[in-house]
């Protein structure tokens, strides 16, 4: 257990290494979109190396590709595409996840997730036991928290209900309070109380859940 958590801390600090592309295959898939089109050799040369380079530079700009890979005619009628197939070219390649066989799974699945206009998650897999601790790990504005939102609030698909799963998120946000006094006088702070406290607390108060959520269940 202790190997495969290991492992899954390397990939996600990005031991993936993202595939390089060489002018020699981004002008075999030139030709490939160009199809029969009138082309000269030594053009189609030029625009696949500027398509090799933006794509080692991980530059998927499409603005930029018109601009400045392909804005020669007949290139600019498939730069787009072009641009579209290096992108998939320089990824790495899909590992095979070992498969945990053991346990009650409570979810599997992948799915995909956005914040407004921005992709945050495209085709992720997931998969959940029960009575498992999982922990989540990502850098600022990768959409941890925008995650943990639409599980709560039923947005993603394939996911247990709020009738078969209860789905509780604490904000980190939350301000301060006084919740009561010690024998001393002196305040007790919300922000002092242990993690238990604090789901029972969203459940009860900010969810209003009926029965009341104590500290045995």
């Given amino acids: ?3 495969k958590a290991y492992k899954t801390l390397q990939k996600a600090a990005g031991e993936s290494v993202l595939q390089r592309v060489s002018a020699e295959d ?3 898939h030139l030709k490939e979109l160009l199809g029969d089109k009138t082309f000269d050799e030594t053009e189609a040369a030029h625009v696949a190396a500027l398509a090799a380079c933006a794509t080692n530079m991980r530059s998927f700009d499409a603005a930029d590709w018109k ?5 020669l005619a007949p290139f600019d009628s498939v730069t787009e595409a072009l641009r579209a197939r290096m992108e998939v070219a320089s990824k790495p390649k899909e590992e095979i996840e070992e498969e945990d066989t053991e346990g009650v799974d409570l979810y599997k699945g992948a799915f995909s997730l956005a914040y407004g206009t921005l992709t945050l998650l495209r085709d992720a897999k997931m998969h959940l036991k029960r ?7 990502g850098p600022n504005q990768c959409g941890k928290t925008t995650l943990m939102r639409a599980i709560v609030h039923e947005q993603l698909e394939g996911f247990p ?5 209860k789905s509780i998120f604490v904000e980190h946000e939350i301000e301060e309070e006084e919740i009561g006094v010690q024998d001393d006088g002196f305040p ?5 109380k242990p993690g238990w406290w604090w789901v029972q607390h969203t459940c009860n108060e900010a969810y209003k859940m009926e029965p009341k959520v104590t500290e045995e269940a």
């Fill in 188 to 192: 007790i702070l919300s922000v002092d």
């Fill in 1 to 3: 257990m202790a190997d």
């Fill in 161 to 165: 209900k709020r009738d078969e799963l």
């Fill in 67 to 71: 601009a400045d890979v392909g804005y």
């Fill in 26 to 28: 981004a002008l075999k």
């Fill in 131 to 137: 009575e498992r601790f999982y922990g989540l790990l």
